[in-house]
């Protein structure tokens, strides 16, 4: 099993940052690929970003490219997803999974799902 816990998220006007956090706990964390995921009122969990554990290897989703940055503390077992020039259309709840090995854009391929925490950009 592993565990995952976001945090860092809340209300920012647009064109402003936030910082989540996913802090991870369980089986050994350096074999998952780590991942963040959205889901905006009525409509279907999206791909954001993702990251390797044991490496630099990074993947967005087009619409974040250039605002979004995927980073992992291995010794605190935690990624980050730092997001700037926010828009309204971020607005959602982010979600962080784990995925064995290798990064995935699907949904239905990660094992594990944090709880989710809210973001909202006010225009």
């Known amino acids: 099993q592993v565990q995952l816990v976001e945090s860092g998220g809340g209300l920012v006007q647009a064109g402003g940052s936030l910082k989540l956090s996913c802090a991870a706990s369980g089986r050994t964390v350096s074999d998952y690929a780590m991942g963040w995921f959205r889901q905006a009122p009525g409509k279907e969990r999206n791909f954001v970003a993702c990251i390797r554990w044991s490496g630099a290897w990074t993947s967005y989703t087009d619409s974040v490219k250039g605002r979004f940055n995927i980073s992992r503390d291995n010794a605190k077992n935690t990624v980050y997803l730092q997001m700037n020039s926010l828009k309204p259309e971020d607005t959602a709840v982010y979600y962080c999974?784990?995925?064995?090995?290798?990064?995935?854009?699907?949904?239905?391929?990660?094992?594990?799902w944090g709880q989710g925490t809210q973001v909202t950009v006010s225009s």
């Open positions: 999974a784990a995925r064995y090995r290798a990064c995935s854009a699907l949904v239905n391929e990660y094992d594990y």
